[in-house]
């Protein structure tokens, strides 16, 4: 029973405009919460394939250090690798409002932290493959990242959307047939008064 709240014409007025504001604002979250849910699903994808490249490109990566190691020594190979890389480049891009971040290599980073003193191919061979390993990390990091704001945001919507669907709208619509009913029995008792009022003059 709708409580509290004054049977006009302007509140009716009023009320169907935000019961319209209210459907068109479920619509669209909807909307959003379907096309966040389908980038989701598709990171989701993504990362599950990523997380098997991973493990076949470390393998490959152990076998060609394994190789390096036999023919030049483990010591050889610490001495000429330097640790610093700063190859990776982060950025954002964004999906129905939500950021989420995406990383790529630097545009020619990608350069031995060694000398070509004493090392050879099985080296160079060992070093692309534990690269490809980095950035498929970084890229899988960032997949997980994204995958879970994706998730708060989902949540949120669908909060909103329920609190839209199930309170605000019925509530919109039971104030306006509550509004409606009342205007149309006056309108009746209107009617029926001037009726009787012209059938008075009349007699």
Known sequence: MATNIIPTKGNLISLKRSLARAKLGFELLDRKRNVLMREMMKLIDESAQLQQDIGDTFSSAYRALQSANVTLGI???????????????????????????????????????????????????????????????????????????????????????????????????????????????????????LKVIKKTKKS
């Open 75 to 193: 010591e050889q190979i610490m001495i000429g690798v330097e640790p610093e890389e700063d190859g990776l480049s982060i950025s954002s891009r964004s999906v129905m409002g939500v950021e989420l971040p995406t990383t790529a290599q630097k545009e020619h980073s990608l350069k031995p932290l060694y000398s070509f003193g004493n090392t050879n191919s099985q080296l160079d061979r060992a070093y692309l493959s534990f690269n490809k390993v980095k950035l498929m990390a970084a890229r899988l990091a960032s997949i997980d990242n994204s995958v879970y704001r994706l998730a708060v945001a989902i949540k949120k919507t669908q909060r909103l959307a329920n609190m839209l669907e199930n309170i605000n709208i019925p509530k919109f619509e039971e104030n306006i047939r509550f509004i409606s009913g009342v205007l149309e029995e006056r309108e009746r008792e209107e009617f029926t008064r």
